[in-house]
Structure formats: C-alpha cells, structure tokens
C-alpha cells in the first residue's frame, strides 16, 4: 500500500470519526445531558464548538485540495467534503434531539439573579428538572408522577429530592407541598408559561 492510499485512508477514517461525533451529539443533546447527570455546559458547549470549526475549516480544506487536483479528480478527493458538508445539514435540518425529548404537557420555571430552574411535565407521565446557573452549573433529576386534580405527585429515579414529592397547581404557579427539609429555596412558586 503506498503513502498516498495510507493518507487518503486515514484522511476518509478522520472525517468519519469527526463527524459521527458531531452529527451523534447534536441528535442526542438533550439525552446525553440529562442521563449523564448534566455534564458541565461550558465544556461540552466547547467540545461541539471545536468539532464544528474543526468541520468548517476541513470543508474548506477539503474544497481547495479538489481545485487544486481538478485535473486527476477522483471520488475520494471529493468524498471528504461531501461526507462534512452532508453532516453539518442533516444535523441542523433533522430536529431529531427534539424527538427524543418527549412531548411535555406542562412547563414551570424559577429564575434567580445567577440560575434558572425549569421543570417539565411529560406526556408519557415522566418529568425532569433541570436546574442550571452561572459558570456552567447544569443539574437534571427525572422521574415519573401522577396527578389527582391540582395536586401532583413526585416519584424520583434518584435520590434528590429538589422540590419535594407533591406540587400544588394553583393560579399559574406549581407550588411545593411538604418540601425536603434542605431545600428551602424550592419553596418559591414556579411559573407556569406552557400547559397543555
């Protein structure tokens, strides 16, 4: 094998595994955050921005190589670009992180001076919390509820309990009854802005 089928081999692996990163991420965003515990938002926001300059700059790369050899042009000169190009489309055309979210039936949130916290409600009677604040502080618990009339229950698939295990739909707001003893912030009204 010479120099040239090494190169053009490892050049065709690179770009398969940069843009199976890429293209992975965007689409399972909102999953990887919130089943990996909230990963910190900075460093994985950093990791998908370098991937995608990464991209930009290889297409362009990529582009200029196929000018410059457009004499003894070949499919796998061309295959690079083709293979960032159709990466970077289908990752913003393909709405597929909000696919896997769920469809949510109720939304809540609490913004403080440095954080905000939402709470979703979903239609397969599932629910996460996700509280997130200044220096990329990002916090997901999930569980499932049940709800009779303006009272809802809390079932937490951890041990977290950051807003107590019934809330009280009331005027707008979601309101905590019998909050954990440590989570005396919590006891602020949430704001109901989307109810289904």
Same mark, same amino acid.
């Given at each position: 094998?010479?120099?040239?089928?090494?190169?053009?081999?490892?050049?065709?692996?690179?770009?398969?595994?940069?843009?199976?990163?890429?293209?992975?991420?965007?689409?399972f965003?909102?999953?990887?955050?919130?089943?990996?515990?909230?990963?910190?938002?900075?460093?994985?926001?950093?990791?998908?921005?370098?991937?995608?300059?990464?991209?930009?700059?290889?297409?362009?790369?990529?582009?200029?190589?196929?000018?410059?050899?457009?004499?003894q042009?070949?499919?796998?000169?061309?295959?690079?670009?083709?293979?960032?190009?159709?990466?970077?489309l289908?990752?913003?055309?393909?709405?597929?992180?909000?696919?896997?979210e769920?469809?949510?039936?109720?939304?809540?949130?609490?913004k403080?001076?440095?954080?905000?916290?939402?709470?979703?409600? *979903?239609? $397969?009677?599932? #629910?996460?919390?996700?509280? &997130?604040?200044? =220096?990329?502080?990002?916090?997901? %618990?999930?569980? !499932?509820?049940?709800? *009779?009339? $303006?009272?809802? #229950?809390?079932?937490?698939? &951890?041990?977290? =309990?950051?807003?107590?295990?019934? %809330?009280?739909? !009331?005027d707008?707001?979601?309101?905590t009854?019998?909050?954990?003893?440590?989570?005396?912030?919590?006891?602020?009204?949430?704001?109901?802005?989307?109810? !289904?």
């Amino acid at each position: 094998m010479g120099i040239n089928q090494q190169s053009n081999r490892w050049r065709i692996n690179t770009v398969y595994v940069i843009c199976g990163l890429f293209f992975f991420g965007i689409v399972f965003s909102h999953l990887i955050d919130v089943y990996s515990g909230g990963i910190n938002y900075i460093l994985s926001s950093l990791f998908f921005i370098i991937l995608f300059l990464v991209i930009a700059i290889s297409i362009i790369t990529s582009t200029i190589r196929v000018i410059k050899n457009r004499r003894q042009l070949t499919l796998k000169m061309f295959l690079p670009s083709i293979i960032y190009s159709l990466t970077l489309l289908l990752s913003f055309l393909i709405p597929a992180s909000k696919l896997f979210e769920g469809k949510t039936i109720l939304s809540a949130y609490r913004k403080g001076t440095q954080s905000q916290t939402v709470l979703n409600f *979903k239609a $397969d009677k599932t #629910f996460e919390f996700n509280a &997130s604040g200044v =220096f990329g502080y990002n916090e997901w %618990v999930t569980g !499932k509820y049940s709800q *009779k009339g $303006d009272t809802i #229950f809390l079932k937490y698939d &951890s041990s977290k =309990f950051r807003f107590g295990p019934k %809330v009280l739909n !009331k005027d707008g707001e979601l309101l905590t009854i019998n909050p954990p003893k440590d989570s005396v912030q919590y006891l602020v009204p949430f704001k109901i802005y989307n109810s !289904k």
